[in-house]
Each structure stands twice: as structure tokens, then as C-alpha cells.
């Protein structure tokens, strides 16, 4: 009688290849996701934009009008929103991969394919709300009349920046998650501690001096100032060693989360 052996690619090579034979699952997987996340809403995609809004109305008010923050002579609001974008796309990234084997555990013991499509899929979902709540980031532009750069150019690079800082931690806490079912307790936590520990209401450079390096650890830094430096004009800038260190933090993340997932993969359809 003949078994059916489900399993991974046999070497690294063979993996990534699969990765691109199977590419038209990916393509079907992120369309899913896209029409799930919207369908039989009340107002559809606005959701992408009514989250951002909020948080800069809400950051405005507090930071802005309360504590007076600094914002480098840049309009308060237009500083918040340019940052809210990446943290939202980050934050919605990890909630999203984090479940998504679990939430495919039918689909993952039935056929072999790279599972890794599955939680990547979910973090391009979440780059579509990232492209959408550029509407409203452009809108504000144009309402407080502050204009793009040259340094608009580097925006696609900022966003894949964003993309790869979301992906890796995606796939560590995803595999982990497989493993540990209580991790999904832990996961919103380290999403709310992520979000004060990262320049979303403040600029980075209040941050003192002595703290920069341990403060540049968090990836999302990198990133959100990096939108900022290329959507904003003024005199924003970014800090060489800061972003250098979560440039470097996002790559460590990244190798670890692959090496980890790789590692369990071949035990997903087991323990799921």
C-alpha cells in the first residue's frame, strides 16, 4: 500500500525554488486575505484610513497640544501620520502572521507547498491598508500645503524596509506560535509595548544621547523615521548610527526568523 509523504523542500535550494513554482498560490492566498479582511464591512477599505486618522487626532491633541512636544517646525499632525502609517502596517503585520498557520491548518496537512507563502501573504495584505492610507497622507499634504521632496524617491525602499522589518519577527512568532498556543496572548503585549517604544509621537531626536543606541535596537525605528525623512520636508532627519544599527537589527531578525521557521516547518502539519 503506498503512503503519501507530505514534506518541505529537501535542500535550501529546492526551497526557494518552490517558492517560485508555487507563486500562483501566494498570488490566490494574499487575494484571500485582501477580500476576507474587507467583505460585508460597513464601509469597506475607509478602515485603512479611519485608523491612522484616529491616531493622529488622538496624538495630536495629547502630544501636541498637551505636551508640547517638538516637531522640528513640521506640522504636528502631518509628523504623527507619517509615522502612524509603517507602525500600523508593522503592528497589523505581526497580528496577522502570527495566527495565519493556525488559521490554514487545514490547508497545510492536506498538501505540500513552502509555508512560508502563508504568513507572507498575510504581511502583503497588510501592505495593501499601507497603500491605501497613502490617500490620506497625501490629502493632509496638500491641506497643510507641505510639499514632497527629492527624497519622495526613497519612499519604495522605506516600504520594503518596512515589509522585510515586519516579515521577520512575522515568521519567528508565527512558527513559534504553531508550537506554543499561548503565545497569542503574548503577541498583543509586545504589540503595545512595541508602539510606546517607537517615534510615533515624538520625534527621535528627544531621545537623549546615552539611550540612542538601545532605543535604535527596535527596528520599527529605522523605519518610521525613514518615512518621515522622505514624505516630510523641513529639517527632519535621520541619525547615520541609529538607522545603521536598525538596519542591522532588521536583517538579524530576518535571518533568525527564516532559519526558525525553516527549522519547524517540517513539523507544522504534526503539531498543528
Known amino acids: 500500500m503506498s503512503r503519501l509523504v507530505i514534506e518541505?523542500?529537501?535542500?535550501?535550494?529546492?526551497?526557494?525554488?518552490?517558492l517560485w513554482r508555487y507563486r500562483e498560490l501566494f498570488y490566490v492566498l494574499a487575494w484571500r486575505d485582501i477580500t476576507v479582511r474587507y467583505k460585508q464591512t460597513a464601509i469597506g477599505v475607509i478602515w485603512a484610513l479611519l485608523q491612522p486618522l484616529l491616531t493622529m487626532i488622538i496624538f495630536t491633541v495629547l502630544f501636541g497640544h498637551v505636551a508640547k512636544?517638538?516637531?522640528?517646525?513640521?506640522?504636528?499632525?502631518l509628523l504623527v501620520l507619517a509615522a502612524s502609517l509603517p507602525w500600523q502596517f508593522i503592528s497589523a503585520s505581526l497580528s496577522s502572521a502570527s495566527q495565519s498557520l493556525v488559521g490554514n491548518s487545514n490547508?497545510?496537512?492536506k498538501v505540500y507547498f513552502p509555508r512560508l507563502i502563508i504568513p507572507a501573504s498575510a504581511v502583503v495584505t497588510a501592505t495593501v491598508d499601507?497603500?491605501?492610507?497613502?490617500?490620506?497622507m497625501a490629502a493632509m499634504m496638500v491641506w497643510y500645503q507641505d510639499w514632497p521632496t527629492w527624497r519622495i524617491v526613497f519612499l519604495p525602499a522605506f516600504i520594503l524596509l518596512a515589509f522585510l522589518a515586519a516579515l521577520g519577527?512575522?515568521?519567528?512568532?508565527t512558527a513559534l506560535n504553531v508550537q506554543y498556543r499561548d503565545f497569542r496572548y503574548i503577541i498583543p503585549f509586545v504589540i503595545q509595548l512595541g508602539f510606546f517604544i517607537s517615534p510615533v509621537g515624538y520625534l527621535s531626536s528627544t531621545v537623549p544621547d546615552k539611550w540612542r543606541m538601545l532605543y535604535s535596537i527596535n527596528p520599527a525605528v529605522g523605519v518610521?523615521?525613514?518615512f518621515r525623512w522622505a514624505l516630510l520636508g523641513?529639517?527632519?532627519?535621520i541619525d547615520p548610527r541609529g538607522f545603521i544599527l536598525s538596519l542591522v537589527v532588521t536583517a538579524v531578525l530576518l535571518w533568525v526568523g527564516i532559519a526558525y521557521f525553516r527549522k519547524m516547518e517540517r513539523t507544522f502539519a504534526d503539531v498543528i
Open 8 to 18: 518541505s523542500g529537501r535542500s535550501h535550494r529546492e526551497y526557494w525554488r518552490d
Open 69 to 77: 512636544m517638538p516637531s522640528d517646525g513640521m506640522p504636528y499632525p
Open 107 to 109: 490547508l497545510i496537512s
Open 130 to 136: 499601507l497603500l491605501i492610507s497613502f490617500v490620506l
Open 169 to 173: 519577527p512575522g515568521l519567528l512568532i
Open 224 to 226: 518610521i523615521d525613514g
Open 234 to 237: 523641513g529639517h527632519n532627519t
